[in-house]
Structures are given as structure tokens and as C-alpha cells.
């Protein structure tokens, strides 16, 4: 009789055990930021535009636009690579996945959205995020940084773009990131 009912109560509490844990759960707790930090980022992004082995590649294109001389209207898959320098033998240290869309008229602007992820160093696995209007034909120009994974956890910042070299096929672009972060 007396283990009939410590049976009952156990099976009570392992019920409501389960009952909690199925429950919608929620906790507000004050905001109690860690120091944050902020990290200067130097690299050379190596993007590949035809060819044997291209980083960038364009996945869709409106047809009405198809026969402008600008790009318009143009989706790219990106997967470029992020090296210490603009040499072709530079170190590889991570590399930039994303989408970029490309906008023109008679600014060619574009918006990236790209997650440049470190393979190398301290930040190795680390990301930053970038989603970011980028008037790519400008010489100088900024992108926002919003957000990152792993030591950029929580990061918000600013990248100084510069393009270094550019032709039909390849394009160097030098990053001047500067992010705060947990
Ligand atoms: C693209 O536009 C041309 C001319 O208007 C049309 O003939 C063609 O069928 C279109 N192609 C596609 C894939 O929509
Ligand atoms: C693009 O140019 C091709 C060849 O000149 C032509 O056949 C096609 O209709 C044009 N497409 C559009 C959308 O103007
Ligand atoms: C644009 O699309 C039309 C129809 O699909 C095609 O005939 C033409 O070659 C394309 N033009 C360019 C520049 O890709
Ligand atoms: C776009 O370019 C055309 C021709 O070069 C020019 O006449 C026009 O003013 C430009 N529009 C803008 C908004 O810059
Ligand atoms: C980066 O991290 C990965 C996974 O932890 C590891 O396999 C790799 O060797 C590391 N690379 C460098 C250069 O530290
Ligand atoms: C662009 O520059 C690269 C690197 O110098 C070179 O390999 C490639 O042939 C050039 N492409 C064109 C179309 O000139
Ligand atoms: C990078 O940007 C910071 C400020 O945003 C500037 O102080 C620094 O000189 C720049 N470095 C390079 C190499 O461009």
C-alpha cells in the first residue's frame, strides 16, 4: 500500500516533469551586457568572376534586363576567398559565403549579404555578418556590420572597403573591419 502510493507520487512528479517541459517557456532576465571589445580586421577579398574555378557565379537574371550593358537585376551566389594580401599567394585565411545582388541604373550598386568566415588564427571559426547596400563602383566605400558567430558574438561594426584591382574576371578588394563585440 505504501509503495503503491510513493509509486503514485513518483509517477505525479515525472508527469509534471513532462508537463513542464512541454510547456511554452519564457524568462526575461535585466540585460547584463560582458565587456565588449573591439577588433580592427585587415584582409584582401579574392573573388573569381569566370573561368575554371569562379567564386562568384550568377544564379538568376531578369530577362528584360538581360541585354543592358550594366548588370541589373542580377543574383550571385558567392563563395570568395579572404587572404592575408592582394597577391595571388597570399594566405588563405577564410572566406566570404553569401549572396550578392546587383542593382544599377547609372550607379551600379549592389547589396551583400555575406557571412565571412575565419579558417585561420584566433578567429578560426568565427563569422561576421554583412548585409549591406555596397556602391560596388565607388573606389572607397562602407558596408554595416551586423552581427557574428563564435568570438564576434554580438558584434555590430563598420567595414572600409577599397578596391584594389579589378577586371572582367577578378576582383581584389581590400576590408578595413572594425567591430565591437562580446
Ligand atoms: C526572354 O525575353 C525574350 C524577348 O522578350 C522572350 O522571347 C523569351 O522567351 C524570354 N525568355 C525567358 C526564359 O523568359
Ligand atoms: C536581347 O537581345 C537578343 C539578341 O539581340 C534579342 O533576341 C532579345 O529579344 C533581346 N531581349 C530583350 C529582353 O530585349
Ligand atoms: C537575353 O535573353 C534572350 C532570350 O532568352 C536571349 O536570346 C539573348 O541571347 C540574351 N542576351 C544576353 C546578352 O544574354
Ligand atoms: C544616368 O545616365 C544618363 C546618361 O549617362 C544621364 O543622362 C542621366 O542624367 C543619369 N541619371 C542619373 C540619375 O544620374
Ligand atoms: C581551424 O579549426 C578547425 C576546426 O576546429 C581545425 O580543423 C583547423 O585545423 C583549424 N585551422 C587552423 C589554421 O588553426
Ligand atoms: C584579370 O586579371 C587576372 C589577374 O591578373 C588575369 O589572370 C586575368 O586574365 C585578367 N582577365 C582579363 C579578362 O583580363
Ligand atoms: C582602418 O580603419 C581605421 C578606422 O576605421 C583606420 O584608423 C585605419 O587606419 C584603417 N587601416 C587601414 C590599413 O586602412
Redesign the pocket.
Known sequence: MKGTFVLTWILIIYLSQIAVQSQYYSEILPYDPEPVRVTNLHFYLHETLNGQNPTAVNIAQANITNNSSVPFAILAVVDDILKIGPEDNSEVIGNAQGLGLLLAGNTTTGVMYSDFGFTAGKFNGSSISIFSRNTIIEPGREVAVVGGRGKFRMAKGFALLTTY?L????VIIEFNVTVIHY
Open positions: 584591382f577586371n572582367a574576371t577578378a
